[in-house]
């Protein structure tokens, strides 16, 4: 699949971002005054930019609003529903804290049952696909849930519950990559069963459609980059684990705990740029592609 | 809206037969043609006189090569479109309710009015029939000439889709899928058509009819090797020329 940057920045971020409101929403921390404006301003800027973003890759941005429509079938249009819920009850949560000191604690648990039902129908989105067998599993959305929850952890300062967090999200990206990597070939689709002319002999691919490329192959047969595969599965560990995770062990620091998260962050793009690069469809059979 | 009908009074589709498709692409020509101008924004196409073209088409030829395990090779020409499935995954994953299946006929259609362009429906679609116009920012597919089938301003025998209407071999075929007596069902009966892909899911309306089994050609020619050869050399005029020119110097070749 494209790794198209919108789609990565926007799954990255608004996950950073809707972790951070689900432990703001059940107070922890429960800043209040400036420190909570500043907190609620970072959720947001990152929860709303990664929204923002999403909209980069439409044909037509301007009818967004339509997505609300179809929330009974379309994982898409529940996540727009949650997204705005999420934001909504947040808002004001956030302006209790910030203006009048107040925590509503009911509202914060409904908001951060909303964030996190956010970061769910996200992951289901390319959970639901069966046309890319690597994406159709339960650890997409278990993957996004924890690197969520441990990104928001460590941005509001929550190190006990991030490093669990982080492991668990660590232990399932590697699961999720060994056993991804075979998911297509056990998915019984091939050659044979796409063109049906399995049953003569051995189908192969021996002219294309068009002497130039496509809409399909532009969006679906990308291959850029897959030879570093290896490397970046490494480096996006590093980055997004193997720095945060000791550095969350040594003794609280501001600074520290900065690098930590931006090394996170960072890590975590590295992941999603894999999460779709590395994602095969099916459509890819009729080109003799993958 | 992106619920699919429980059921459609009929399932309006394509046969298309691979032993007969020549693989000349015109049915991708009218397809083009006529969809361009008519219904929804026309088909784009960018840099189309440049290095690298690129558009949007709704019927595409690929040809594939199938070897079996014994005698030659087979070429077989493939058209593809949208095989308007009845379990169709492009339309519950729209979010606005632009793709739909049409409860009366079964044709899955997209309200280029209502769609964002969000290409979702593109990925949920395992067979590459769906296109984001890349002028319009919306998404393409096949209508099965909707605007042709029912067109009353047509003459009757053009009331079928443009790439059915012009195919020159007569390997396309429409019909009422879910109507067991229909031409088409038979056809699809006898000849033993099939579902592309059919462990996805999506029960395709649209049937593929495989290509007939080859006969082999009966050995006539097997005392022609122990024929004597016709000449061995030339004789007459022609020997003497041989002989002339050979005793000019110069090599022979």
Redesign the interface.
Known sequence: ?NPAPSVIAFTTFSGLGFGLLFWLGIGMPAPTGLTAFLYFALAYALAAGGLMASTF?????E??I?????W??????RE?WAAVATLIVMAVFGAAATFWATALPVLGWIGAAFAMATVVTTSM?YA?????PRWRHWSTPALFVLLSLGAGALLAGQTMACLPLLAAAGTVQVHAWISGDTRFAR???TMS?????G??????????????????LK??VYVVGRRHAGRLRIIALLLGFGIPIPILVLPASPWLLIIAALSHATGVLVLRWLFFAQAE???GL??GKR | MTELPFATTRKLGLVIDLDTCVGCHACVVSCKGWNTENYGVPLSDQDPFGATPSGTFLNRVHSYEVQPDHGAAQLIHFPKSCLHCEDAPCVTVCPTGASYKRAEDGIVLVNEEACIGCSLCAWACPYGARELDQAAGVMKKCTLCVDRIYNENLPEEDRVPACVRTCPSGARHFGDLGDAESDVSVLVAKRGGFDLMPEQGTKPVNKYLPPRLKDVAPQIDILAPFLEPVSKGPKGFLGWLDRALSALPGEDR
């Open positions: 699949m890759h439409l044909g037509r941005p009818r967004a339509r997505a609300f429509t179809q009974r079938t379309s994982w898409l249009s727009a989105i639901q696909l069966k046309t890319v998915s019984g689709t069963t796409a063109t049906g002319l049953g003569i002999g051995t189908v192969r691919a021996f002219e294309p459609p068009h002497t130039g490329t496509n809409f399909l969006e679906f469809h099916v459509v009729y080109y």
